[in-house]
């Protein structure tokens, strides 16, 4: 069993930076593939961006491409969601999730089987 625990969300400005984290625990992170998904009220969630250590591949959305990173800490076992140029429509809860490793990382939240409580990230405009 994976356990994932978010934090780091909070209020900033639009055009700020906020880093949001993904502490991992039950199996090592790097077993699976990491993704990060985000929902804001009224809307569906969306796939944000993700990572597999088989082949080292990430995968964006086009709408954060540039302006969002994905990375892992191995000795914490933690994934992070570095978050810059932030816009108010970055506006929502965000999920971490894990899924089966693969050579491929995958936008469908389907595809991942375990899933973190959410953070709050606030863009003002």
């Known amino acids: 069993q994976v356990q994932l625990v978010e934090f780091g969300g909070g209020l900033v400005q639009a055009g700020g930076s906020l880093r949001v984290s993904c502490a991992v625990s039950g199996r090592t992170f790097s077993r699976y593939t990491m993704g990060w998904f985000r929902q804001a009220p009224g809307k569906e969630r969306e796939f944000v961006a993700g990572?597999?250590?088989?082949?080292?591949?990430?995968n964006y959305a086009d709408s954060v491409k540039g302006r969002f990173t994905i990375a892992g800490d191995n000795a914490k076992n933690t994934v992070y969601l570095q978050m810059n140029s932030l816009k108010p429509e970055d506006t929502a809860v965000y999920y971490c999730a894990a899924g089966p490793l693969s050579n491929r990382v995958s936008g469908t939240g389907y595809d991942y089987d375990y899933w973190g409580q959410g953070t709050q990230v606030t863009v003002s405009s």
């Open positions: 990572i597999s250590w088989s082949g080292g591949s990430t």
